[in-house]
């Protein structure tokens, strides 16, 4: 039997990738590639070699999302002033529903945000509420995003 780098053998280490992409115990030990007992993979769960090559996949899984977003940092800073200035397009150049205009900001600033986590200094309150003090209140009403569509296709 070959044993991977960390250790462990390949239905081992297999089981381990499984679980770090969240997979359940379940799933994993039917998984016709592990194929072991729902006990045997609670097993393995509990040692401490699979419990570190489980949180080394998951690393692994993190520094690759941080990769597509930092290559992807550009295109949502373009979203978000697009949506700013309120000609928000999709790729063919046509107006972007304002029903998915919502969704596509709230992904763009996750993006941004989470490339630039904590270098950007806190807002500054000047008497306009942030979305921190009223969690709860959209942006713009549903109304005035279809009227400022409207406005900047006219």
Request: with cysteine; hydrophobic share 40%; proline share 5%.
């Amino acid at each position: 039997m070959v044993l991977s780098s960390s250790g462990l053998s390949p239905k081992k280490d297999l089981a381990a990738r499984l679980l770090s992409q969240g997979y359940t115990q379940v799933e994993v030990a039917r998984d016709e590639r592990v194929d072991v007992t729902k006990q045997t993979l609670n097993n393995w769960c509990k040692d401490e070699v699979f419990q570190k090559r489980v949180e080394e996949f998951r690393t692994d899984l993190v520094k690759q999302a941080e990769e597509v977003f930092a290559r992807n940092v550009g295109e949502a800073a373009e979203a978000i002033v697009e949506i700013a200035v309120g000609r928000p397009a999709d790729e063919d150049g046509k107006a972007i529903d304002h029903r998915f205009i919502a969704s596509k900001l709230k992904a763009a600033l996750f993006i941004v945000d989470r490339m630039m986590g904590k270098k950007l200094p806190p807002p500054v309150k000047k008497g306009i509420p942030s979305l921190e003090d009223e969690e709860e209140e959209e942006l713009l009403d549903p109304k005035d995003v279809k009227d400022m569509i409207e406005y900047a296709n006219a």
